[in-house]
């Protein structure tokens, strides 16, 4: 065969395979493919697009309570203002710290109806400084709390919360014991810094005897006795069962001779301790004659505290009459409220 006959012949091949292809090829079936595919992408596409925009989706309120001077602060990020306002309604928040606002934060209503029940022991158990915070619908409460004692009694109220909770609590005696050991620890580093012989104050650098000084008071101020909860508990004693006197007398009940026997306990736990004995009236009679009497009382306890072994030192004890009622008395002058004797501590 020649040359021109095999082109010609493979030209004939190529046509009637392009005329089989064309009237062969299931356009049909193409084109529910693609469409099929062109929705798979789509779906694809979608499925990015969500990743992305779930980073602008609701995402739970956060906010810290902190307790300072007794109160509660407030901090976090709410919705708006008025979210804001309302959970520090609810909570009973004293003080507004710093608020940011963003639209994707949603409030829990929930959680914040839960955490109400944590609010009053937090005020009354703990220390200042002590926070409740709220993060991604977990609560975390940490702090010192004021007295040892308080420990069971907020084990057994946490087991009774509906919430993610962790705590970080610590006991007084444990922060003492923190401090005692970083002023150790202070207190060997100023000795290991020492010459091998003890040098005398004179020899001493400003620096040794400036860090001495920081240790010793230090050491007084972990040592020294909290008068404010001291005080506080002479003032409980004295809610429950307050001092009287007999009829027309200057003499104790035996009632109030026990009072004053716990009394005079806490100032010999507490011996650096002054106080000041003092005695009120109501405003019926006359003035001079009423403070005369508030000084003999306050006199008589006085006297009192001292048998029980109180150095008469360390006790101040003053008649004020009418000058200070605490209630207003009734048209005749009388207020069983006003007629009391208070023990304030003056320091050491």
Avoid: W
Wanted: glycine share 4%; with cysteine; hydrophobic share 35%.
């Amino acid at each position: 065969m020649s040359l021109v006959r095999k082109i010609i012949f493979l030209l004939v091949c190529f046509l009637l395979l392009n005329v089989f292809s064309i009237y062969g090829f299931d356009y049909k079936e193409y084109f529910e493919n693609k469409n099929n595919t062109s929705l798979s992408d789509a779906s694809f596409t979608d499925k990015i697009f969500n990743v992305f925009r779930d980073e602008d989706e609701d995402k739970p309120f956060t906010f810290t309570l902190v307790k300072k001077d007794g109160v509660l602060e407030m901090s976090g990020i709410f919705r708006n203002e008025s979210d804001a306002q309302k959970i520090a309604d609810f909570l009973t928040v004293n003080r507004e710290g710093d608020y940011k606002f963003e639209e994707n934060r949603v409030s829990d209503e929930n959680l914040v109806e839960n955490l109400v029940t944590l609010i009053t022991p937090f005020k009354d158990f703990f220390a200042d400084d002590s926070q409740i915070v709220v993060s991604n619908n977990e609560v975390t409460i940490s702090g010192v709390l004021k007295d040892a004692n308080y420990k069971d009694l907020l084990d057994t109220l946490f087991t009774r919360v509906n919430l993610d909770l962790k705590t970080n609590i610590k006991l007084p005696n444990e922060v003492l014991q923190e401090k005692l050991a970083e002023t150790t620890e202070q207190k060997d580093e100023v000795v290991e810094n020492k010459n091998a012989v003890e040098p005398t104050v004179e020899n001493k650098t400003v620096q040794e005897l400036a860090k001495e000084k920081k240790i010793e008071e230090i050491i007084s101020k972990v040592t020294a006795p909290n008068i404010k909860d001291i005080q506080a508990e002479i003032n409980n004693i004295l809610k429950v069962k307050k001092i009287t006197f007999e009829r027309r007398s200057s003499s104790m009940t035996e009632e109030s001779k026990a009072v004053v026997l716990d009394i005079s306990k806490i100032l010999k736990e507490n011996p650096t301790l002054k106080i000041e004995v003092a005695g009120h009236t109501d405003s019926r009679g006359k003035d001079e004659l009423n403070k005369q009497i508030s000084q003999d009382r306050a006199n008589s306890v006085k006297e009192f505290l001292v048998g029980l072994g109180i150095d008469e030192n360390r006790i101040k004890a003053v008649g004020y009459g009418e000058e200070f009622p605490i209630a207003k008395d009734d048209e005749n002058g009388l207020s069983e409220i006003n007629r009391r004797v208070e023990f304030n501590i003056l320091g050491e």
